[in-house]
């Protein structure tokens, strides 16, 4: 794109052409003054403060400067008397009804129009003065505020809640003087599209919308904003945490600051008030006579580390956090190895993600997403999202991919048996029968091979295994696998087709299809002809293929192969997203990564900007406990434990003789040792596993069976009630450190608020405690942890906590009719590896290859899910909440998300509940061949017939299984299965009468 020169202010400044004056004028230092602008949204032009004079044919004219390109040698003027006088008399006009209500307005020190009128002497509306026009306070939500007296009509709130969050929650309402914001119909957000994220109040330029929602009061200049990084999901967006007298009051964000460009979700913004809770744990207590009594940090230091010792070697297991800091993982880590001998240290991700991660791993090279969110963003020319629903789980992400689908043109497939809520905006939408999605990977990647759509040149050079899997794929014709998933076969060559092509449509594509051959092949193996017992799809498979679509089931590997070809260069990358730990069976986890990493290789979508595999895991920081040793069979830094140098050098750093060389128990191999009594004594940080975990009374019996247990938490969680000793912590406002997000970005987190009680953070507590276990562990504050972890991790080698504070800035060009909304968003911290302090970082991995690690495109066997019955006529499938993370172990401490989360339980479809004669809303129990559960049924056509989907909410403590399985005294899980296949389950329901 083409840059032109324009003077704003006697200051010369280069922009991209078509760039808006008012960004023009950013990038030059000047900040004009506006109220309905906002970089990345469209022009609206509403409030006319924006004008300035440029040169043109006849002089200076006067313009708006949001709706105004850059023009090449234009001369601007952004202050001159003239600019001045108009500003002043629209300031006055918006003054007539405004009430004037500084003193007691929520947006009093942080106010657009208060500023402007004093910047431009504003004092009185003159001529335009004439009766206020009142209107009442409207309380649009619990969270939101509305007073349409204090409302300057920006449209700003309108316009961040279509575009970013594609909610249209809220509109113009009325004409003229007359003209306001509302919702739809004067509904309650609640029973809008909102999310509840709060970008409306936070892009407010005045008072109109605020939100009381901490239940403490201060005034804007009075409380104390500290910068960080948010502690719920993986996105690692960046916000400030308000305080006063050392309580959190509000959280905001900054526009085009963060990978989140800004923007918070619900989660984020309102559920910090758990930092605030009167349930924190307070003071160390130790269990004396069967009762659990408050002592002094050095009695319950010396306790633990006495009954720890006991049990140094097998004996002894630790379970980590995905809420703790890089810091806090890695010296866990630490005592575990080096204090008490063991590998036996393992952290939440287990549940689920881990599988998915290691697959990952094993395929690549490193367990996690090989491209950068904005890379994302900005390169990608299709996006695959497959079987998650990351509106729900990681929505900041999710609005800024949908408005960029929506702006940019950027192509998204949706696989899901749902309607998610990316579907709206998708391309296209694939619902497989749950269970069948390998079979769905395998016909797509083999219709890239069929049409030439595959990456010959890339896949020859730097992948192995072609032939293989190529022969496997011939198995199985394109027909078959549509009647197997019941996704049209058309629908599966489209999907394929925008895949491999970079989101190009079937216009642009120049697809030559190879001949038409018979349909012979091997049928699918393991399933019925018609799917799961459901009957297949009208439009699917059942009439003869055209010669268009036809396959190639017939040829050769061979024939197939020499017909494959090298891709238009023109065509762009497409990335691949999804949620590990949900996107398929529990046994078929690691295969259905394998299966994503076969298109990505065939494709040549690795190692290419806007391409890639990118897991989005599910807490703040579950990538940095794995990157800093929270495993069982890695060191810090994914370096093995067969590394006779590594765990030498470690040895050595840590002052210690030797470190344990056999991998340890994972997760679910520790409940059992406990279970068996083979495990003595657990040490257990940040972690509920009685509520989180699928099965909750197999580990509630394995930790009884314990003979020592500890509890390092801020709550007195579940788990906390079966220990012999808990250590109150601090939570992430409470302490520094560093976090790593889904992308691989280490970034700070910052102490807004002092710990509460006699807590400490977590990494103290871990410091004093290794000290008794004969550690050396004379760390200052997480800095000084930071420096040790940097010396032995060679990812995070070039790291340091002043670089971390270091901002860079990104050039974002959007599109914008006619014209471009230029922005420059600031991002600190570093996507690993970084080997050294001149690296940026790394923001797309194996660009220079894989180096020793050559990738396989790997056989993966389809094997079809259990068949429902007349007995059990249900697909069970499961999906998490933006409410709740984990079960809501922290969430459901905050006041403001259990108030607005949506009504959780047993979601069917209405034909569905119908057969069934339950009403919505009834109490229910669920039946499956793992176990029961009991919920509440809701009714709606989001879920397919023959589906049932169970949401993971907020548990409590009269209801702490609501989306768990009591299991059956019969059943027992497979050895394969680290966790119960409540993915694809048949099931049934009935009415709970009891």
Not at 283 to 298: F, H, N
Not at 420 to 440: K, Q, Y
Not at 454 to 482: F, P, R
Not at 634 to 646: I, M
């Amino acid at each position: 794109m083409a840059d032109v020169s324009v003077t704003i202010d006697g200051i010369k400044v280069t922009v991209p052409k078509g760039t808006y004056l008012i960004d023009a004028a950013r990038k030059a230092g000047i900040n004009i003054s506006n109220f309905c602008y906002l970089p990345g949204l469209r022009a609206y032009g509403a409030c006319r403060m924006c004008v300035v004079e440029v040169s043109g044919r006849k002089g200076m004219e006067t313009v708006i400067s949001c709706g105004t390109p850059a023009a090449d040698g234009q001369v601007v003027l952004t202050n001159s008397e003239h600019v001045r006088e108009e500003k002043k008399r629209v300031l006055q006009a918006l003054d007539v009804d405004h009430p004037v209500d500084c003193p007691i307005c929520e947006a009093s020190g942080r106010c657009d129009l208060q500023d402007y009128c004093y910047e431009f002497e504003v004092t009185k509306v003159g001529s335009l003065d004439r009766p206020k026009i009142v209107r009442p306070l409207e309380r649009l939500s619990p969270f939101i505020d509305l007073d349409r007296d204090r409302c300057v009509l920006c449209g700003r709130c309108v316009r961040i809640c279509d575009e970013t969050i594609g909610a249209e929650a809220l509109a113009w309402a009325d004409r003229g003087v007359e003209a306001a914001i509302d919702t739809p119909f004067g509904k309650s957000l609640l029973d809008t599209a909102c999310t509840s994220c709060g970008s409306c109040v936070q892009v407010c330029p005045v008072g109109a919308l605020s939100s009381h929602t901490y239940e403490i009061s201060a005034h804007n200049w009075e409380v104390q904003p500290t910068r960080t990084t948010c502690g719920m999901c993986s996105v690692g967006c960046q916000e400030y945490v308000e305080t006063y007298r050392n309580r959190v009051v509000q959280v905001s964000s900054e526009d085009s600051v963060g990978v989140n460009d800004g923007v918070l979700c619900v989660s984020g913004r309102y559920g910090l008030d758990f930092v605030n809770h009167k349930q924190r744990l307070l003071a160390p207590m130790i269990k004396r006579d069967g009762k659990l009594t408050e002592v002094s940090w050095d009695v319950a230091l010396d306790y633990v580390a006495a009954n720890l010792s006991r049990y140094a070697g097998e004996q002894v297991a630790a379970i980590g956090s995905s809420h703790t800091s890089n810091e806090e993982a890695y010296l866990l880590q630490k005592i575990v190895r080096g204090g008490l001998k063991s590998n036996n240290i393992d952290h939440d991700a287990r549940l689920g993600s881990t599988p998915a991660m290691q697959a990952l791993g094993d395929a690549l090279g490193y367990p996690a997403a090989t491209n950068g969110i904005q890379d994302i963003y900005m390169n990608a020319g299709c996006v695959l999202e497959f079987n998650s629903n990351l509106y729900e789980t990681h929505p900041v992400f999710a609005y800024n991919l949908q408005k960029n689908v929506r702006i940019t043109g950027q192509k998204l497939i949706v696989i899901n048996p749902l309607r998610t809520r990316l579907v709206e905006w998708a391309t296209i939408h694939l619902a497989p029968r749950p269970g069948t999605e390998l079979a769905l990977l395998n016909a797509m990647a083999r219709v890239i091979i069929e049409e030439g759509l595959n990456e010959a040149d890339y896949v020859s050079s730097k992948v192995d295994g072609y032939e293989q899997y190529l022969a496997s794929l011939m198995t199985t014709t394109i027909d078959e696998a549509a009647n197997e998933t019941g996704v049209p076969a058309e629908d599966i060559r489209r999907a394929a087709r925008l895949y491999a092509t970079g989101g190009k449509t079937e216009q642009q594509q120049e697809i030559k299809p190879p001949p038409v051959a018979a349909n012979t092949s091997v049928p699918v193996s393991g399933g019925p002809e018609q799917g799961i017992g459901v009957p297949a799809m009208a439009n699917s498979s059942q009439s003869a293929p055209t010669p268009e679509n036809a396959g190639a089931a017939s040829q050769s590997p061979a024939q197939v192969q020499a017909q494959a070809t090298t891709p238009d260069p023109q065509y762009k990358a497409s990335s691949i997203v999804y949620m590990p730990g949900v996107i398929a069976r529990a046994a078929d986890e690691a295969n259905a990564v394998y299966a994503l990493v076969n298109l990505a290789l065939l494709t040549g979508n690795v190692g290419r900007k806007g391409g890639g595999v990118n897991p989005f895991v599910g807490q703040n920081n579950k990538q940095g406990a794995a990157d800093s040793g929270c495993l069982p069979n890695y060191l810090p830094g994914y370096q093995r434990l067969d590394d006779t140098a590594a765990v030498n050098k470690f040895a050595q750093a840590w002052g210690v003789d030797a470190l344990p060389t056999t991998a340890g128990r994972d997760l679910n191999t520790m409940y059992a040792g406990a279970a068996a009594g083979e495990i003595k004594a657990m040490f257990i940080v940040g972690e509920n596993p009685v509520l989180a975990d699928p099965e909750p009374e197999r580990v509630k019996r394995a930790l009884d069976n314990l003979e020592f247990l500890v509890v390092q938490d801020i709550f007195m969680t579940e788990t906390a009630e079966l220990a012999d000793a808990i250590l109150p912590a601090a939570s992430f406002a409470e302490k520094d450190g560093t976090t790593t997000n889904a992308e691989r970005r280490v970034q700070r987190i910052r102490m807004a608020v002092e710990p509460r009680g006699l807590a400490r953070p977590d990494w103290a507590i871990l410091a004093d405690l290794g000290v008794r276990l004969g550690l050396k562990m004379d760390y200052r504050n997480p800095s000084s942890i930071f420096g040790e972890m940097v010396k032995l991790m060679p990812i995070y080698a070039g790291i340091t906590y002043s670089r971390l504070d270091v901002a860079r800035y990104l050039e974002l060009v959007v599109p914008m009719p006619g014209a471009i909304s230029y922005k420059q968003l600031k991002l600190q911290g570093y996507q690993w590896p970084v080997p050294d302090r001149s690296s940026k970082g790394t923001d797309v991995l194996y660009a220079d290859g894989f180096g020793t690690h050559r990738p396989n495109l790997r056989v993966v066997t389809y094997t079809a899910p259990t068949a429902t019955t007349e007995q059990m006529p249900l697909t069970l499938t499961a999906a998490r909440s933006s409410y709740a993370f984990n079960m809501g172990t922290l969430s459901r401490y905050s006041r403001m998300l259990n108030i607005v989360e949506p009504d959780d339980g047993l979601r069917v479809n209405p034909a569905d509940a119908r057969r069934m004669g339950v009403a919505n809303g009834a109490p229910i129990k669920l039946f499956t061949s793992v176990g029961e559960a009991k919920s509440k049924l809701i009714v709606t056509e989001d879920v397919p017939h023959g589906q049932a989907l169970l949401a993971s909410g907020q548990a409590t403590r009269d209801d702490p299984i609501r989306a768990t399985m009591v299991a059956h005294d019969g059943y027992q899980r497979p050895d394969s299965e680290l966790i119960p296949d409540l993915r694809v389950l048949v099931a049934r329901i009935e009415q709970d009468k009891g």
